[in-house]
Nanobody
């Protein structure tokens, strides 16, 4: 059973930055496609960003239009960790942020989420 543990959320002022981390258990982390999602109160869970798997340093990354240019997803296979660097945060970025891992067979695992609140 793959386990994902997110961290790095918190309260930040508009315009500020946060870096979220997601540590994944298991020995085949490098093969996982990793993604971040977020869910604001009363809303559906939305995709934020994703990064391809493999051993290459040239990963494919994709971003939702709402965060493009402000957010960077990256991974460190030596640490079984995926990151989400968020800059120029806005109040509408307030949400619980979830990490998702998709294995080679298509199996999906989720973390428990970390709260991000953007407010003055």
């Amino acid at each position: 059973q793959v386990q994902l543990v997110e961290s790095g959320g918190g309260l930040v002022q508009p315009g500020g930055s946060l870096r979220l981390s997601c540590v994944v258990s298991g020995s085949i982390f490098s093969s996982y496609v990793m993604a971040w999602y977020r869910q604001a109160p009363g809303k559906q869970r939305d995709w934020v960003a994703s990064i391809s798997g493999g051993h290459s340093t040239n990963y494919n990354t994709n971003y939702a239009d709402s965060v493009k240019g402000r957010v960077t997803i990256s991974r460190d296979n030596s640490k079984n960790t995926v990151y989400l660097q968020m800059n120029s945060l806005k109040p509408e970025d307030t949400a619980v942020y979830y990490c998702k891992a998709v294995g080679p067979a298509g199996t999906t695992s989720w973390g428990q989420g970390t709260q991000v609140t953007v407010s003055s």
